[in-house]
């Protein structure tokens, strides 16, 4: 079983920087994509940033690029979510997701594990 642990989450003014941790553990972890999605109260949950393991390539919801990055630490097994320029509509609880095969990586239900998500509270 593989499990995902998020991390990083917290309150912080509009303007500000976070960045989310999202670490693999569990059975040997090989993984095509790993994708970060987000949820706000009364709200869909909502694609933000996907990564090809193997190459890096990144891909991004039009409403963060080029606030947000995504980026991979293989030896790690860790994939993270650097977020600048926050604005309080990035305020929602945000998960890291998985998957071991190709996924459209905009859609949550192509997904096979899920962290269990961290609180971003951004404030104006």
């Known amino acids: 079983q593989v499990q995902l642990v998020e991390s990083g989450g917290g309150l912080v003014q509009a303007g500000g920087s976070l960045r989310l941790s999202c670490a693999a553990s569990?059975?040997?972890?090989?993984?095509?994509?790993m994708g970060w999605f987000r949820q706000a109260p009364g709200k869909e949950r909502d694609f933000v940033a996907a990564?090809?393991?193997?190459?890096?390539?990144?891909y991004y919801a039009d409403s963060v690029k080029g606030r947000f990055t995504i980026s991979r630490d293989s030896a790690k097994n860790t994939v993270y979510l650097q977020m600048n320029s926050l604005k309080p509509e990035d305020t929602a609880v945000y998960y890291c997701?998985?998957?071991?095969?190709?996924?459209?990586?905009?859609?949550?239900?192509?997904?096979?594990?899920w962290g269990q998500g961290t609180q971003v509270t951004v404030s104006s």
């Open positions: 569990g059975r040997t972890f090989s993984s095509y994509a």
């Open positions: 990564i090809r393991w193997s190459n890096g390539n990144a």
């Open positions: 997701a998985g998957s071991r095969y190709a996924v459209a990586y905009h859609n949550d239900d192509d997904y096979e594990y």
